[in-house]
């Protein structure tokens, strides 16, 4: 079955640092880009950053853009998400995501999400 188990969330101070990770597991992990979502309360789930399957290739959302980094380990099957400069609009549930064909269809595969609180 198709995993995404991810860990590191927690409590962080504004301008603080936190690294959060997604381990994959299922299928391979090697050929499929890998994504990382949040969403904040009230807010719609947004795509804050991608990575290509051999790392390289990124892409960062506006919001996020030389502040966070997006790594990924291809002999571990784990994608990493580095938070710097961390700021409180960053505070959300943070989402681990690829895209599987089922069938026919191309489909969403999400963790569990992870908490992040950036908060004085």
């Known amino acids: 079955e198709v995993q995404l188990v991810e860990s590191g969330g927690g409590l962080v101070q504004p301008g603080g640092s936190l690294r959060i990770s997604c381990a994959a597991s299922?299928?391979?992990?090697?050929?499929?880009?890998m994504r990382w979502y949040r969403q904040a309360p009230g807010k719609e789930r947004e795509l804050v950053a991608d990575?290509?399957?051999?790392?390289?290739?990124?892409n960062y959302a506006d919001s996020v853009k030389g502040r966070f980094s997006i790594s990924r380990d291809n002999v571990q099957n784990t994608v990493f998400l580095q938070m710097n400069s961390l700021k409180s609009e960053d505070t959300a549930v943070y989402y681990c995501?690829?895209?599987?064909?089922?069938?026919?269809?191309?489909?969403?595969?999400w963790g569990q999400g992870t908490q992040v609180t950036v908060s004085s």
């Open positions: 995501n690829t895209k599987l064909f089922r069938g026919l269809r191309r489909t969403d595969y």
């Open positions: 299922g299928f391979t992990f090697s050929t499929y880009t």
């Open positions: 990575i290509s399957p051999s790392g390289d290739s990124t």
